[in-house]
């Protein structure tokens, strides 16, 4: 059986608006809530990943209030 799921996604800064390649982490909960900056501007979001069993991954990124 092949693994299609991916290790990466990209999000949108929602502060920079540029484009960000963070990881997945397949191995966790299937619900991730937590926070990472942006590798563009270093402002800090809230990452919320959702897996689901057919291999998708949903991702949203929302700023974090500093």
């Known amino acids: 059986m092949t693994d299609?799921?991916?290790d990466t996604a990209?999000?949108?800064c929602p502060f920079c608006f540029q484009p960000n390649?963070?990881?997945l982490d397949?191995?966790?909960a299937?619900?991730?809530d937590y926070e990472e900056d942006c590798q563009v501007c270093c402002r800090p979001w809230r990452v919320r990943v959702q897996f689901h069993t057919d291999g998708?991954?949903?991702v949203s990124v929302d700023p974090?209030?500093?």
């Open 4 to 6: 299609h799921r991916a």
């Open 10 to 12: 990209e999000v949108t």
């Open 21 to 23: 390649e963070i990881a």
């Open 26 to 28: 397949w191995g966790g």
């Open 30 to 32: 299937d619900k991730q």
């Open 56 to 58: 998708e991954a949903e």
């Open 64 to 66: 974090l209030e500093e």
